[in-house]
């Protein structure tokens, strides 16, 4: 292996480090807190994005499910074809896209609006369509991403998928959730063993 192969793929890990570390800050804002208290009342909660974001968001709305919080995630394409229907005033959407102006979310901006669907964004750039759109936006804090070319959804994909995770963690709390209602729902696989013994 080259060098400087090597030397990408350590600079790659010290970024996202650093990435994950820069999402600590975001729990001490007051708008995670707002953004868990939505998705903890919220009757239903969609997530939607695109590419690597989307991956991020897929995640999130399982992750949701897993503590009884009713999520699913809709594709972009599916969205403007009739997803949206799956979603109604009150209920949460959270949208993710780094620089808040992915063509393929802004007419689903639109019917969120339309719908009385409280927005929640995941960006970097507070003055995009879907910031101006939100009622909450928790910010993306990077420098550059982890790959040699500063070009794909690494650090950020990092950083995302943390905010999320701090998000479930802090819900489980918000709502009273248990080991013992998630064993309910998971009965299989070596986590359901161990918490259906």
Do not use: W
Not at 130 to 145: F, G, I, R, S
Request: glycine share 8%.
């Amino acid at each position: 292996m080259k060098d400087t192969s090597i030397k990408a793929a350590l600079r790659c890990i010290e970024l996202e480090k650093e990435a994950l570390g820069a999402a600590a800050d975001i729990v001490f804002l007051p708008e995670f807190a707002e953004a868990a208290k939505i998705l903890a009342s919220a009757p239903r909660i969609m997530t939607c994005a695109s590419g690597t974001s989307g991956i991020a968001a897929k995640k999130f709305a399982h992750s949701l499910c897993c503590i009884e919080r009713g999520a699913m995630f809709m594709s972009p394409s599916e969205a403007v074809h009739g997803g949206l229907g799956g979603i109604k005033r009150e209920d949460a959407m959270v949208m993710v896209s780094r620089g808040g102006k992915t063509a393929e979310l802004l007419p689903i901006i639109d019917v969120c609006l339309k719908k009385g669907v409280k927005l929640i964004a995941v960006t970097e750039n507070y003055d995009s369509p879907l910031a101006k759109a939100a009622d909450v936006v928790l910010p993306l804090k990077l420098k550059d991403e982890a790959d040699p070319l500063n070009a794909m959804a690494t650090s950020s994909f990092i950083q995302t998928i943390g905010i999320f995770d701090a998000l479930l963690c802090a819900l489980i709390e918000e709502t009273d959730y248990t080991a013992s209602m998630f064993a309910l729902i998971h009965p299989g696989g070596a986590v359901g063993e161990r918490l259906n013994k």
